[in-house]
């Protein structure tokens, strides 16, 4: 069985999102790659690297710079003809390319996964992550999307995969004209990505306000070094960006530590951060949902405890 794995990268260099996909698709059959964007070639040279993979295609082409679904899933649909499966991280372009890529292959979508149980079943969160499903799919060309807290990442040295150059079929323009880039607002942040971060420090509502919110985590997170992130509520109050949200509508997360302060523990927040090695919960209601999945509980007031706490360090 040979899978395709979609690369997850800036034209720079590959994102840690590709690394957990290889790990799965691994459990599958051959690993290949594709990188596909505009002047990619040091990508498909890293992504060769990386341990367990077989061959790398690299699609380079201005069409593919920003990674639009409209132009890079009918290329993928061009090389499913060699391959048996397709793989994309469960991130914002891997859930935008692979539905696609699903709908012109005909064929259903896998969502999520969580394991890999053999070639044609795997397991999926729903219901929030309340309940684990079991799904095993008959159709003959697979498509995937990974949750890739759920997998180990794979080695970015090792690999010695041949590197293949391929483009659009038939003739065809890369760019479809369906969709176009206009521009992107991207927030730069000192701190690590919350996805990649091994320590987050986050809060939620009972922070207040915006100013206060600042006050009791940021010196915290700067003592540990840690990403910072927020319930939705916290999001939704205006204390934070939503680049912030942890949880099933935002991103899901699995740190060596998690310190949720002033977080209830919504199963919303929980889908999306449960999976943390080490959590650590402060909240004043000990009834409180987060006290369930906390490893580490601390019931009381956080804007005696936080501070406290920071000073210590």
């Known amino acids: 069985m040979k899978t395709l794995v979609w690369v997850e990268h800036d034209n720079a260099s590959v994102k840690d999102a590709t690394l957990a996909v290889v790990t799965a698709a691994s459990k599958l059959g051959e690993v290949h790659l ?13 992504a060769a690297k990386i341990a367990g993979v077989a061959k790398v295609h690299v699609a380079d082409d201005a069409a593919y710079e920003h990674a639009l679904a409209e132009n890079v899933a009918p290329l993928i649909v ?25 709908a012109l292959l005909d064929v259903m979508q896998i969502s999520d996964i969580l394991s890999v149980e053999s070639e044609d079943t795997f397991t999926r969160p729903t219901y929030a992550g309340n309940a684990i499903s079991t799904v095993k799919s008959s159709d003959a060309k697979k498509v995937i999307t990974v949750r890739g807290t759920a997998f180990d990442k794979a080695e970015m040295q090792g690999g010695s995969a041949s590197i293949e150059a391929v483009s659009a079929t038939g003739g065809a323009s890369a760019d479809r004209g369906i969709s176009s880039f206009i521009g992107a607002e991207i927030a730069k942040l000192e701190r690590p990505e919350l996805t990649a971060a091994k320590i987050i420090v986050s809060g939620g509502r009972a922070l207040k306000d915006s100013e206060t919110f600042q006050q009791v985590i940021i ?88 501070p406290e706490l920071t000073e210590k360090l």
Not at 83 to 88: M, R, S
């Open 78 to 102: 061009d090389l499913m003809g060699h391959h048996d499966a397709f793989l994309a991280p469960a991130t914002s372009h891997g859930k935008n390319i692979a539905p696609r890529v699903a």
């Open 34 to 46: 594709l990188v596909a964007g505009k002047g990619c070639g040091g990508v498909g040279e890293q």
């Open 219 to 306: 010196p915290l997170a700067d003592k540990l070094g840690a990403a910072v992130g927020a319930s939705r509520a916290a999001v939704d109050a205006g204390y934070v960006p939503n680049d912030y949200q942890v949880g099933q509508t935002g991103k899901i997360v699995a740190p060596e530590v998690y310190i949720a302060i002033g977080i209830s523990g919504a199963i919303q927040h929980l889908a999306g951060m449960k999976d943390s090695k080490t959590i650590i919960a402060i909240n004043k209601d000990e009834d409180a949902p987060i006290f369930q999945v906390a490893d580490i509980g601390l019931v009381g007031d956080l804007f005696k405890i936080v």
